[in-house]
């Protein structure tokens, strides 16, 4: 366990984002070298992940709701549907793409899905593929190339009269060597929280998307970094921790976490990074690597996970 003293966290909303407020995600900068202190971590595995991300859904993953009592009515606008794209390729897996319509605030409906479109997938080398529907999911399409680290891939997708295309690099997966608890002191509260520690490779540009699993349940919070001020640098995240993800529970001896920790192509970065503008009430889309028009993303990305067990000495005030 590791102490770290916070004295002030400013939690206010954003200008213009109401009861919306960014997670302590934005916080987990710094690169402190510590050893293994208590706990029972086991082998680090790869980790290949087919979850596709619905557009909207992936706006509400990377930030918290702050608590409000009072009752604000928006007058959101509608806007013509778009085509919404929603593509991820990784090593040793293929590209899954779903395509749908973007809908209206209110509208509760499921999304209506895109069929019959022609998806097309080009490496750098000259190859392609035509991905195919499935034939029990319309609208989702599946291809017969493998993901390879390093290589560029070209998505085109036609749909009527219109023709989308975006491109992707898969980067390597990069290994998480150690995982610590910090006890993080806030005022007179203790909270204890995960930390992984793992070496960026130097001499080029590093995107980084973690998630947290505590006891099998994923948690809300979502953390994004990159390695701007400390390319090459044995580096700790502190995965900053909101109990409010977890049944309102803090970590506890005994607790099993998985930890997550995805590489992203630039595009998927800057998309996601981009998010935090919309939430703030920025007024526009999510930056995207698709021409064309469309909504949502390619993503390219690779990703490395451990599992951690807390232990008693984690969690015991020191």
Known sequence: MRNILIRKINRAPLPGASCLSISFPALSHGAIIRQPLGGNITHPKRHRTHIIHKYLLMLFSLFLFAACEEVINVNLTEAEPMNVIDASITENSPCIVLLTRSQGFYNNESYERISDAKVELFDEYGNSDVLAESNKDKGL???????????????????????????ATIPQAIPIDSVYIYRVKIGNEDIYSPCVAFQ???????????????????????????????????????????????????????????????????????????????????????????????????????????????????????
């Open 141 to 167: 399409y599946f291809s017969q190339m493998i993901g390879t680290v390093g290589f560029t891939y070209t998505l085109k997708v036609t749909s009527g009269n219109n023709v989308y295309e975006a491109k």
């Open 200 to 318: 960026d490779p130097p001499e080029e540009d590093n995107y980084y998307y973690t998630t947290l699993y505590v006891n099998g349940n994923p948690m809300s919070s979502i953390y994004l970094d990159n390695d701007e001020y400390r390319n090459g640098l044995k580096v700790e995240n502190i995965l900053f921790f909101d109990k409010e993800d977890n049944n309102d529970e803090e970590l506890k001896a005994g607790d099993k976490l998985r930890i997550d920790m995805q590489t992203l192509d630039k595009g998927m970065y800057t998309f996601y990074n981009s998010l935090r503008s919309v939430a703030a009430g920025g007024g526009t889309n999510p930056l995207t690597n698709i021409t064309g028009g469309a909504l949502g993303c390619f993503k390219a990305y690779n990703a490395y996970w451990v599992d951690y067990t807390v232990s008693e000495e984690d969690v015991s005030a020191k």
